[in-house]
T-cell receptor, first 112, second 110 residues
Framework: ETGVTQSPTHLIKTRGQQVTLRCSSQ?????VSWYQQALGQGPQFIFQYYREEENGRGNFPPRFSGLQFPNYSSELNVNALELDDSALYLC???????????FGPGTRLTVL | RKEVEQDPGPFNVPEGATVAFNCTYSNSASQSFFWYRQDCRKEPKLLMS???SGNEDGRFTAQLNRASQYISLLIRDSKLSDSATYLCVVKSSGTYKYIFGTGTRLKVLA
């Protein structure tokens, strides 16, 4: 196991709602990256957090936002959920930001 | 054109067979390359990094061809437990973003 944990495991929401997903990084890792994986696709980079600041962002709208806390854990927030947001959300921790990334088990989000 | 392209498969092979996957990438500035394995509905797990000179880990061999911008993964003596999706990952120097291919599905048959 990588030591990266995510919660919750599964989540069902309706269109327009907001959701918060959580990630605890592997011990000693100071960087968390978030990815969205739609069915049948590879993971797509959402953003990365390093030392509590956003350290880069992929092609996702502003309704996807995040936080990193002093203990390096992180949250991903998605506002105004759309049906296409249904996916597996993965976080990965690394040390340093350019280091090898180790993934958590993911949160499966279903938007109805 | 996608930045990282893989044949989605599935590749159905008998136990004991040798199978190879290729992955092409479009950004010539790419510097780091990996193969991740993903089981159904689970997270990707690092299988191996890919080095310029090629590298081997047991039954797995990875190669990099910078001139043609592709990487490959060879699996020898396939086991039933090798059945999974194999994700090709590319990262440019100094960046933090992993770019994944869509994955190649492998099914090893008894």
């Amino acid at each position: 196991e990588t030591g990266v944990t995510q919660s919750p495991t599964h989540l069902i929401k309706t269109r327009g709602q907001q959701v918060t997903l959580r990630c605890s990084s592997q011990s000693g890792h100071n960087t968390v990256s978030w990815y969205q994986q739609a069915l049948g696709q590879g993971p797509q980079f959402i953003f990365q957090y390093y030392r509590e600041e956003e350290n880069g962002r992929g092609n996702f709208p502003p309704r996807f936002s995040g936080l990193q806390f002093p203990n390096y854990s992180s949250e991903l927030n998605v506002n105004a959920l759309e049906l296409d947001d249904s996916a597996l959300y993965l976080c990965a921790s690394s040390l340093p930001p350019q280091g090898t990334q180790y993934f958590g088990p993911g949160t499966r989000l279903t938007v109805l | 054109r996608k930045e990282v392209e893989q044949d989605p498969g599935p590749f159905n092979v008998p136990e004991g067979a040798t199978v190879a996957f290729n992955c092409t990438y479009s950004n010539s500035a790419s510097q780091s390359f990996f193969w991740y394995r993903q089981d159904c509905r689970k997270e990707p797990k690092l299988l191996m990094s890919v080095y310029s000179s090629g590298n081997e880990d047991g039954r797995f061999t990875a190669q990099l061809n910078r001139a043609s911008q592709y990487i490959s993964l060879l699996i020898r003596d396939s086991k039933l437990s090798d059945s999974a999706t194999y994700l090709c990952v590319v990262k440019s120097s100094g960046t933090y973003k992993y770019i994944f291919g869509t994955g190649t599905r492998l099914k090893v048959l008894a």
